[in-house]
């Protein structure tokens, strides 16, 4: 067991690939998955159609005919990283496929790396599925592929990603997600719900609702009756019996319709918000909603509704143009709305962004100073917070078990971006995707330890 890093990438997913006995002749495809959640959840729709195509899947280069990379291209950093993660698939394989958000950039790709198979971009299934079908001929057994199979998940068996949308119609100045992959494209209300559905009959315990923008769900509909679809949807999706967590939730007004829905038990008390600054300056210029008085407000509204809600953020410190007052408005405002989880990223350049051209760049000396002193804070909020939790019985999912103990999240803990509760003493009967209660009995800055109440093998407390 490790504790979570305060510095967490809150953009990150990781993905792992169980192997599997391939048969005689089975053409074999290696996915090297980059970048966010929604990035994911694309490589298990790539590798789910071609395992229903006859194709093994390869949890390494050795083993694999070709590779697929799905790039990330958001950050300048993770454009770096992805540009290194195809010469080591070339390097160790060979025969690369690249796609992704920097699949939108071929020619920046080949001239990296001209020995790639083929570029395409961000979800193009078909182009990747030829791509695949020319440097690896598919060789179908009709005994054995002609039965459906179940979706590839690149997850733990007891929770998944459910992607609602694609694009966004937001004009950020820092971002080139529109550019990278369109306007706001909703998927069917009950397309979702059917993939749901399938996905708790398959064991899966929490759903992790992500998208570009959630709140966003359904206002592209020309003929909705409703002025916002993810109320409904929401709701039908709490009735299913899992844990229903929503991510990359822009905080509309009509966002406070979610949070009874969190106080009932519906969805998970628990709203991933991306405010990103709160001087109404910085947020002008980031092309950002710039009323963080209101922010406050319905922060404390939402409080008001469901005592319980956890709130997690992200922010960008180092915009051009940001003043030492500004950043110091930053921090006044993140004291005083006292948000549970957060992460911080120092500004970067991303190439096609309008934020390049702004006055005012801040120098990296500067950034990485004031980055500290936001992550300082937060970090003294988070540990105040976590220390209130002491004494208290909370319910956790497990995520994993091992010889020192169990790894399980709480109600406030998302995969991979929170923090986690350790369980050290009555563990030995706990399995992942249990869900337990604990009484919290310590606290660090991030994490919790905790005593088994309730569950397989609990002894009460």
């Not at 299913?240 to 038990?265: D, I, K, N, Q, S």
């Amino acid at each position: 067991m490790s504790q979570n890093p305060p510095d967490l990438r809150p953009d990150r997913a990781a993905a792992t690939i169980a192997a599997a006995d391939p048969r005689p002749g089975q053409p074999r495809i290696g996915m090297v998955s980059l970048g966010c959640p929604k990035a994911l959840v694309n490589s298990e729709r790539i590798l789910t159609r071609l395992r229903a195509e006859g194709y093994g899947i390869s949890p390494d280069y050795a083993g694999a005919d070709a590779v697929i990379v799905n790039t990330c291209g958001f950050l300048d950093s993770a454009r770096a990283e992805s540009l290194e993660a195809i010469g080591e698939a070339l390097r160790e394989n060979g025969r690369v496929i690249v796609t992704g958000c920097l699949g939108a950039e071929p020619e920046l790709i080949t001239g990296a790396h001209p020995r790639v198979l083929a570029v395409t971009g961000p979800h193009q299934y078909e182009a990747v599925i030829e791509a695949v079908h020319a440097a690896v001929p598919p060789r179908p057994d009709p005994f054995v592929d002609l039965i459906p199979a179940g979706s590839v998940r690149l997850t733990p068996r007891h929770y998944a990603y459910l992607k609602i949308s694609e694009g966004c119609n937001h004009a950020c100045r820092f971002c080139i997600i529109p550019m990278m992959r369109g306007r706001l494209v909703s998927r069917p209300h009950r397309a979702v719900l059917h993939e749901a559905e399938r996905l708790v009959a398959a064991d899966v315990r929490e759903l992790l609702v992500i998208s570009q923008d959630s709140s966003a769900y359904g206002t592209d509909w020309k003929d909705r009756t409703d002025k916002a679809p993810i109320i409904a949807l929401a709701r039908d999706l709490g009735r299913l019996g899992a844990w229903v967590r929503l991510h990359y939730v822009y905080p509309y007004p009509f966002v406070t319709e979610l949070v009874p829905l969190m106080a009932e038990g519906l969805v998970l008390p628990y709203l991933d918000v991306p405010f990103q600054h709160a001087h109404p300056d910085t947020l002008r210029r980031m092309a950002r909603p710039a009323a963080a008085e209101k922010t406050l407000e319905r922060i404390a509204q939402w409080r008001a509704i469901c005592p319980e809600l956890t709130i997690r953020s992200t922010f960008i410190v180092g915009f051009p143009g940001e003043t030492e007052a500004e950043f110091q408005t930053l921090l006044d405002w993140l004291e005083e709305a006292q948000l549970d989880r957060v992460g911080c990223f120092r500004y970067e350049n991303v190439a096609g962004a309008r934020a390049n051209d702004l006055p005012g760049h801040v120098p990296d000396e500067v950034k990485e100073e004031r980055w500290q002193r936001f992550m300082q804070a937060a970090r003294a909020i988070s540990a105040r917070r976590m220390a209130a939790k002491v004494g208290r019985v909370v319910e956790a999912i497990v995520d994993s078990v091992d010889a020192d103990g169990a790894t399980c999240r709480t109600k406030a803990d998302a995969p991979e971006i929170d923090g986690n509760l350790f369980i050290d003493e009555d563990f030995a009967a706990l399995k992942p995707g249990d869900i337990i209660r604990a009484r919290v009995e310590e606290a660090a800055d991030y994490d919790l330890w905790g005593r088994l109440v309730d569950g397989p093998g609990a002894s009460g407390a």
